[in-house]
């Protein structure tokens, strides 16, 4: 087999201190001075540990506490409380939350999935991603020695145009030369920021992750300075302008090349073809209801890469927005139905937050996914979007030092990564390649309700 | 007879003496195995089932978490009105000025309309009520605060909480959250609780082995040693047993601890195999094969280096200090026949031992099920995605295998048209938080249900989700760590878990009645007794809905 995947990780702090959910508070008023003070008795040393947090630069005492309620339960004079941080209520939006921001920030410090002891708390289903359920297999077999054995899962997914079938004339010689294709190991590609402070650093972050993790960080034609030459096999350089105006030399040794959708989208890429035959061509395409049939068109042209944007909530562009993977299930069972799928790479984007969105769009027909905002928050962001107001970041993300926001951001990946073994493994499924459009093998919220709730009501 | 007397024994003081006594007995008048089947099944008559008693069983803490926090403030001149005015014992005197100790009992806000309203009362204006913050940092959206307090109350009391708490439903906005029970108009029975029969057969297959029944309808899921201490199951193990149920070792080997109350354990066989042996295996009455675990199905077990002591080690035959992994799925099991193979083995092994299957909720969970009722399963246990664990990824809790009250239906109405639901005796566990969850349930499809999550809540769990950290949980229920151990004696736990089933109890039979059913058994699959709040309105249904 070949060489196994994997991320190295190790942690790396914060820069600014991290907003958390809840702080102590503690009177001193009214002390008893207990010779035996419930503070002195906190489990893990809270108290006795306190003090400036190196790591957070705040008291540490808000960022030790583990919410045990044994100081707020035993103090004599009840002088200790626990309330809730209104600026942790106020971190990023409805689709942004407080707690898919403050679990990016965890993956990105630590590099490890998110934990815990005691079963889920949270709703029951949700809106978008959150009305699907991935499944699982009682007895089929994942791997011999676990989803981290030698038998591992591969991730892998190749981006550009297939044969149907193949061809060979009467004396057997093949008459289908292979299209050119662009492996990667692990399904995701970083996506132009929908907004950010000034993109210098940044892209030079995104540059050196997208190099550590083996992927590609879209960067766009305006954003191209010869200084991110020496990251060309990772870059999928976005055609914005007019592409005769740009650097033909370096054209030619791009793997990835994207450009807009358009009345010339062909002639572009017959031209692109042209100076590099080699490199694959993606078209970037706004998700809306006519997604499904320019897709057919699109692949009937001949096109290698179909690269389908939602916004920043998930949203397609129709007056009534549809979600992303509803729309992109759409899309892929629409090119199925035609006999068209297989000979198209499908890229999707938008709205992807954790890790379990990252599979559930793969399994609605994406072969791979692009992630913009989970990379900034990486980088400490915490999606307040000022920056695209012009009013400065509150934590300076222009300024990062790359090597230090690459180790963040491949953390990040790293445990978006394990996840998607852990969702995979859990399937049954040993193969990123097969996951695409397993929709089998998942759970709808609308359908179970139909199936399940909705024949409760029919009374006699 | 002498057996079964002697078991009642055990079963109602919890001795060890009298159990083993009834061992010894047994021993000397060794019966064979059919023979012993036939007076198993006749001997346990649940009509005759004598409930534990309810005592008090305060919290430990000096302060137990109010939604309302009372306070006197410097104007008070003592006059002690309030001390009597108030029925629920809120106060207590103090030497300055009375103390608002037990404000958890306060009612809040709605005791406005009384007329022993303290606040209203005070002659000095010295009293002040406002919501606690602390509460509101307390819970999530499954077990909310308010589940939370009414479920230490009743493990304290026994009785249903009256302060306006939300003891039905949390606020997860789905599934039993959005369902009601419907009580019909003039249907309500007017009996005595005692004429409401809760009972659960466990054994309906019709084969030769016991038929066990239950004079509850539920037992306690499995928790490992290793992932809770040593005094949080064998309050679980004697209450189990107090309630003449079961509850479950968990993976993680049998304590010689549980030896005295064998007739009221349930042994795990997980894919991890720790700790079982022939002999534990045969010492029991019931043996589950795990597949899987709701809060992390198709990813097996994970006990953390931390948590393995040399006790843990020892009883799991593995190294101190070591991480243990319970791998998924069960490597020699990739069939029907295959499964059928490994519950054939535990029958020859045991023969009067029932066996129980648990696995998690597929979107095949429905083929699963059949598969198990013919490869010889009595109990199918179907473990849904918000049960609890030791440590899991929070990715598998939240997104893998679909919610438990999609599950049981489904299942349900499966086995129904295969023709063999009468046949299999169906379990549901994973996220049952109140006596009303239980009636939902059942009427959904399931027979009964097993708990786990309940129980450490009575335990005092405010589902801090830390489990795993440090030296374990720092209420000294789920760690091995000596000291943090000795924070639960067995008699208060072993009586609060009593308690909190005492109360589930009176709601469940509350409930029937105003369903007009005597038997819990014609609850199960009544669709007609649910309504969903998505899907329907209260005006349209005639009777009311709760």
Redesign the interface.
Known sequence: MPVKYHIHTAPVPNRFPTVIRSGVIAWEEGCLKCPKCVKRECVYGVYDKRGLDSRLMSDSLDSLCKDCFRCVQNCPNRLIHKALNPDYKNLGDHYWTPEIISKLWFQAETGRIPVSGAGYGGPFSGSGFDAMWTDMSEIVRPTRDGILGREYISTQVDLGRKHQALEFDTLGNLLSPPYPSVEIPIPIIFDILPWSPPRDRINHTLLRAAKKINTFSIITQEDWHPSLQRYLNHIMLYLTGDPEGFDKEILKKLRLIEIPDGLKVLEIQKWLKGINPEAVIAVRIPLNPQAKDRALELTQSGLEILHFMADEFGRDQGEAPLFIKDRIKEVHLHLVKNGFRDQITLLAGGGVAMAEDLAKLIICGADAVTVDIPLLVALECRVCRRCAEGIPCPVNIAQIYPPRGQARIRNLIAGWYNQLLEVMGAMGIREARRLRGEMGRAMFFEDLEREIFLPLHKRN | MLRYILRQCSVLQCSPLSSGLARLVSGLFTVPSQLMAFYEGIMFDVSQFIPPEVKPAP?R?????SKFRIVIGKNCDNCGLCLNLCPFGVYQPGAKRPKAGKDFLCLGPACQKNEFYCIARCPKDAITMNP???F????????TADLLASTWYMAETGEIPYQGLNYKTG?????F??LRLVFPPNKALDCPDEDICLSLDLNRTGDERPSISLPIPFYLGGMSFGSVSINAILSRVRAAAAWGTFCCTGEGGYPDDLKPYDDHIITQVATGLFGVREETIQRVRIVEFK??Q??K????GHLLGDKVTTEVARMREAVVGSSL?S?????S???VE??KKHIDWIKATNPRALVSVK??T??DVDM?AVGSYFAGAHILQLDG???????????????????L??AV??VHKFLKEEGIRDNLTLIAS??IRTGYDVAKIIALGANGVCLG?AD?VALE???????????G???GI?TTDPE?TQLITQDWGTQRIINVYAAWMKQLRFILKRLGITHIRDLVGR??C???L???KAEEIEGELE
């Open positions: 919290t803490f000096r302060h137990g978490l606690n913050p602390s509101e940092v307390l819970g999530d959206r499954r077990w606020d997860s906005g789905g599934g959250d959005k597949y899987a709701g809060a199905p198709g990813l097996g992994f791998p998924f799925p069960f490597h099991v990739y069939s295959d499964h696995v998690s597929p979107n699963v995605s918000y049960g609890g664990t030791g440590a899991a990824p929070d990715i598998a809790k939240k997104n893998i295998a679909m919610p009250e999609y239906p489904k994973g996220g999550t450490m769990c405010l589902r801090c989700h830390n489990c795993e950290s440090g030296r949980c720092a209420r789920a943090l669709w007609d649910l309504a969903h998505d899907y329907i």
